[in-house]
């Protein structure tokens, strides 16, 4: 590229290139020069711009504008970084300083270049996209040609609208019509942007019996329209979708251009799957859109081109009209807007941007056949296998429940037994959908939620393929981590049902109903002092759920525990993760009720015992001063002079005894200490009661994690082999609660001469058992030669 650069006349130009060149370069370069490279300190906290005095170099500006763009790399994710555009991104950049530069030139060269920019641009892609002898507009926001379409129409449906203004509309309103699958907030920027009331909207409804659920309903449309002619309205014009927003649908273009025409109506469509025009083979009703008056396209994510305006292409003959709505203009600004995309389509010629789309096409098909192979995976868009949407979600259903998605219209939607069902459904796909994200960056999933089929997981290749390098590998990367997660996400489903049944029936524990929690469930612990009516801040709840997730951390199993606010509220609850094998419900809800409930004690205890310090301190501190009263009572007066004192204690010492106390913690009484003293032996007191422990003991085997279904009750063993399991886990049972054998006779092989043999002290042994035993029990038969 430096020596096409160089084969450049015009030196400025040439110079241009080269500095565009290193500046990209330099700010994609994620390392930082420092100070001792640059020679001088570089402005980072200071006030940056001309108030430092003296100028700076382009390339203390271009690190500046680095430091700005990156700041701190420790704080900041690899993927916020600039992304790798690549040379044609460099070429669409170049346009906008090359646009810049060409605006200086005088208005001669200049209207004769942006002439001829416009011109191109706009042959090329009714070319690529086959909408032969149109016109073409370039605008930074995607719905600004829409509105300017409308204002087209506006003008010429109603001939007097430029003299008489808003009466015109009075009297014959004009309507618009829009699908209901069309973008959030599309009809509300409209009205906004052409002063219409909302009124003048109307929403057709998508089909719910035959076709497809995100199709625009033909026959309702009909009707709509013959409702607002009789009504002295004017049916305006009719937004369709090539490949739907949420989940590229395409509504049946070639039955709505026959009714716009029927009733002198402009037809405009936008949609992804406009973009498949440009290959060898197009449906027909993609294929129909090129006979639409007017179509809205965004080639530059389809092509991987940044800072590229949108296109929308139109046919009509009035110039007039077209400049009144402002379509065309005489400014050459806004015709210098094709110039980056002038450049991108130069560099990449109809082969690659042929290959580009074709190749978002082939991954959406890759994984819509790999999907179709994998079990509890519901795709959307089936039936059309020219989309380069592809839509799914997890769906499974469970015994004995009704199916969790039916293909039922949302206003005729009433609450059923399978809604809980639905949105735990929901609340795996977004886990599924995070999870995917995660795992396959380069595939640009996105997770979002229907109104009929609730929560579900995107691919559109055509909109991030190109800027995230999205490969065949991805996909099946992509295919392999569903696999995986789907076993979790069944036996998470299975498991809810269960867990909410256990908990409802164990005392002390709450249910809580979060419908956005992926996991088994959630459960808030009850203690004695809570307030259930009150939504308030718990801190003793609080205390007890943080200790209690401590002790589930601490098991080591293969759930995971966190704890969290319950739903509008502000009271701590505990949230149980994914289950990835099956677990005893019953064994998790008793641990969870048993830590808690032990917690709760302990805490209860410590609380008890610091009162009963506190007052044993308090009796303990009485009691000392009424042996010092007694002590004085007993010496005297005169022991208490200090030279009197000392003279009556050397004739006559006092013999008093040690006195003392002693807390006992356990009684939570003052006791004397003359046993100590006296006898040298301090008093037991009471015994302590045990420490409260209410976690169920199971026996383990070696490397079985807690929480785990046992092998007792284990469905795998085999009829011939369970018998013989159960015996010896109950000979292991019986051999561990059995004490071992540590009298010198039982570990002594061989007995000395003059002791008994092993059979006859058993024999007397015997003997002496039998003497003892009351009359109620058998005694031991005496043998034959003893008696």
């Known amino acids: 590229m430096d020596a096409s650069l160089e084969k450049i006349a015009d030196p400025t130009l040439a110079e241009m290139g080269k500095n565009l060149k290193e500046a990209m370069k330099m ?64 070429m669409a950049l170049l346009g906008h300083s090359l646009g810049a530069y060409i605006s200086t030139l005088d208005k001669e060269k200049l209207r004769k270049l942006t002439t001829r920019i416009l011109s191109d641009t706009t042959l090329w892609l009714c070319r690529i996209f086959r909408y032969e002898n149109g016109c073409a507009y370039f605008h930074e926001e995607e719905r600004e040609g829409l509105t300017k379409i409308c204002r ?23 309507v618009i019509y829009l699908s209901a699958a069309a973008r959030p907030g599309l009809g509300q920027y409209l009205c906004n942007q052409l002063g219409l009331p909302f009124p003048c909207l109307c929403r057709v409804p998508c089909n719910t019996v035959f076709g497809s659920q995100h199709q625009m309903d033909v026959a309702f449309l009909e009707k709509l329209i ?30 709505l251009k026959e009714l716009c025409e029927q009733y002198g109506m402009w037809l405009h469509v936008e949609g992804v799957n406009l973009a ?3 290959l060898g083979y197009v449906s027909s009703s993609v294929l129909a859109a090129t006979k639409c008056d007017s179509m809205t396209m965004t080639p530059g994510p389809w092509l991987g081109l940044p800072a590229v305006p949108a296109v929308t292409l139109y046919k009509h003959d009035d110039p007039a009209l077209t400049l009144v709505a402002g379509l065309t203009s005489n400014k050459p600004a806004d015709k210098l807007r094709a110039l980056p995309l002038w450049l991108s389509l130069q560099y990449l010629g109809l082969d690659g941007i042929v290959e580009r789309i074709k190749h978002a096409c082939q991954l959406s098909q890759r994984l819509q056949e790999s999907l179709k192979k994998v079990n509890h995976i519901k795709i959307l ?21 009704d199916a969790v998605v039916k293909a039922v219209p949302a206003a005729n939607m009433v609450p059923s037994p399978s ?27 996105t997770v979002m939620d229907l109104e009929v089929e609730g929560t579900c997981v995107r691919f559109s290749p055509l909109m991030t393929a190109a800027a995230l390098g999205t490969r065949g590998e991805d996909v099946d990367q992509l295919v392999a981590g569903i696999q995986s997660k789907l076993p979790v996400l069944s036996c998470t489903l299975q498991l809810r049902g269960e867990f909410k049944q256990e908990v409802e029936g164990t005392a002390g524990l709450l249910y809580v109903d979060d419908p956005n929690w992926p996991g088994i469930g959630v459960v808030r612990y ?76 302990n805490s209860r205890l410590l609380e008890n015992m610091t009162e009963v310090v506190r007052k044993g301190i308090q009796e303990a501190q009485v009691e000392l001063q009424k042996a010092n009263e007694e002590r004085l009572l007993e010496e005297g007066v005169l022991r208490q002079i200090p030279v009197v004192g000392s003279v009556l204690n050397w004739f006559s010492p006092v013999q008093a005894l040690q006195k003392g106390r002693t807390f006992n913690l356990t009684a939570g009484s003052l006791e004397s200490t003359e046993p100590i003293y006296v006898y040298k032996a301090q008093s037991t007191g009471v015994t302590p009661p045990p420490t409260p422990s209410g976690t169920r003991t199971k026996q383990r085997f070696t490397g079985q994690k807690p929480f785990k279904r046992s092998l007792r009750g284990s469905d795998a063993l085999s009829e011939t082999s369970s018998v013989s399991h159960i015996e010896d886990l109950e000979k292991v049972e019986r051999l561990s609660s059995e004490p071992e054998p540590n009298t010198p006779e039982a570990s002594t092989p061989k007995g000395h001469p003059g002791t008994p043999s092993p059979q006859k002290a058993n024999q007397t042994e015997n003997l002496q058992k039998g003497a003892q035993c009351p009359d109620d029990q058998p005694q031991v038969e005496e043998p034959e030669n003893l008696r």
């Open 27 to 90: 700010l994609e370069d994620g390392q930082r020069r420092t100070e001792e490279e640059n020679g001088k300190k570089l402005v980072s906290g200071d006030i940056p711009g001309p108030l430092q005095g003296s100028g700076q170099d382009m390339v203390s500006i271009l690190q500046l504008v680095q430091n700005l763009m990156h700041g701190d790399e420790d704080e900041e994710s690899p993927s916020t970084r600039i992304q790798n555009i690549g040379e044609q991104g460099h």
């Open 152 to 174: 087209l129409a506006i003008h010429s449906r109603y001939e007097d609208f430029v003299v008489d203004g808003f009466n015109v509309l009075y009297n014959k309103k004009p």
């Open 226 to 255: 013959k409702d607002d002619t009789e009504r002295g309205k004017l049916p305006l014009l009719l937004v369709a979708n090539a490949g739907t927003s949420a989940v590229g649908h395409t509504d049946k273009i070639g039955r």
């Open 276 to 278: 498949t025009l440009a």
């Open 381 to 401: 868009v089936e039936e059309e296998l020219s989309s380069p949407v592809v839509v799914f979600r997890f769906s499974q259903e469970l015994p004995g429940s």
């Open 419 to 445: 809604g809980r069902e639905r949105h735990a459904c929901d609340a795996l796909n977004r886990w599924l959908g995070e999870q995917l994200k995660q795992l396959v960056p380069a595939s640009g999933l």
């Open 526 to 601: 009850e203690h004695a002092n809570d307030d259930k009516s009150s939504l308030k801040s718990d801190p003793e709840g609080k205390e007890i759920h943080t200790g209690l997730l401590k002790k589930l951390n601490e098991l080591e199993s293969d759930l995971t525990f966190k704890i969290g606010p319950e739903y509008k509220s502000m009271k701590s609850c505990l949230y149980v993760g994914m289950a990835s094998d099956d677990i005893d419900i019953a064994e998790l809800v008793e641990t969870i009720a048993a830590t808690a409930r032990e917690i709760e004690e």
